[in-house]
């Protein structure tokens, strides 16, 4: 057995070799794992900042420059569908889509 450590704010999904990713999201601690067999996939849980920025058009067609600042975290509970789906890059590959989208909508209502 190996121990794996999960620092705080941190939260593991155990990826096993035979039984594919389990559905319990491991705590902060110290976890004994069976070597070759479990490995664990470390999540940052604590609330992170990113800037995106984004050109939109306005009602009057005049292009827009804005960079948005969100504050973002995964929900715990969904760390191993996260995983399955989207993989450890969510944030890369998820954020600017839906960020860009919402705030193309809010520009063209308000502008």
């Not at 794996?4 to 035979?18: N, P, Q, T």
């Amino acid at each position: 057995l190996f121990s794996s450590l999960v620092d705080a704010g941190h939260r593991a999904v155990i990826f096993d070799r035979f039984r594919g990713v389990q559905d319990a999201v491991v705590g902060e601690g110290t976890h004994f794992l069976i070597p070759w067999v479990q490995k664990p996939i470390i999540f940052d849980c604590r609330s992170r900042p990113r800037n995106i920025p984004v050109i939109t058009g306005s009602k009057d067609l005049q292009n827009v420059n804005i960079t948005l600042r969100i504050l973002f975290r995964p929900v715990t509970a969904q760390l191993p569908r996260i995983f399955t789906s989207i993989g450890e890059d969510y944030d890369e590959r998820v954020l600017p889509s839906i960020t860009t989208e919402i705030l193309k909508s809010v520009v063209v209502r308000t502008a």
